[in-house]
Nanobody
């Protein structure tokens, strides 16, 4: 059984910073793509950033230059460093990983439980 556990959300003032973490556990053989999505109230879930196994990254236009995604393969962990936060960044942030377990042949997408980020003065 593979699980993703997120941490690092909270309340921050505009212009502040937060760092989200997401660690995968279980019988993991290999992890490919890792990423972060977010969902604001009344809105659809949207992509924030992705990092591939080779390190290539992609960002939503709204966060370019402010957010940085990174990964630690030894720890099966993905991070999202968020700087210069704005009220419109307020949302529940979800991590996702494309994982092949020891008991499986194919890669499957797994999701974290979500962590709330609120940017407000």
């Amino acid at each position: 059984q593979v699980q993703l556990v997120e941490s690092g959300g909270g309340l921050v003032q505009p212009g502040g910073s937060l760092r989200l973490s997401c660690a995968a556990s279980g019988r993991i053989f290999s992890i490919g793509r890792m990423g972060w999505y977010r969902q604001a109230p009344g809105a659809q879930r949207e992509l924030v950033a992705i990092i591939r196994s080779g390190g290539l990254t992609n960002y939503a236009d709204s966060v370019k230059g402010r957010f940085t995604i990174s990964r630690d393969n030894a720890k099966n962990t993905v991070y999202l460093q968020m700087n210069s936060l704005k009220p419109e960044d307020t949302a529940v942030y979800y991590c996702t990983m494309n994982i092949r377990s020891y008991s499986g042949t194919y890669y499957n997408d797994y999701w974290g439980q979500g962590t709330q980020v609120t940017v407000s003065s």
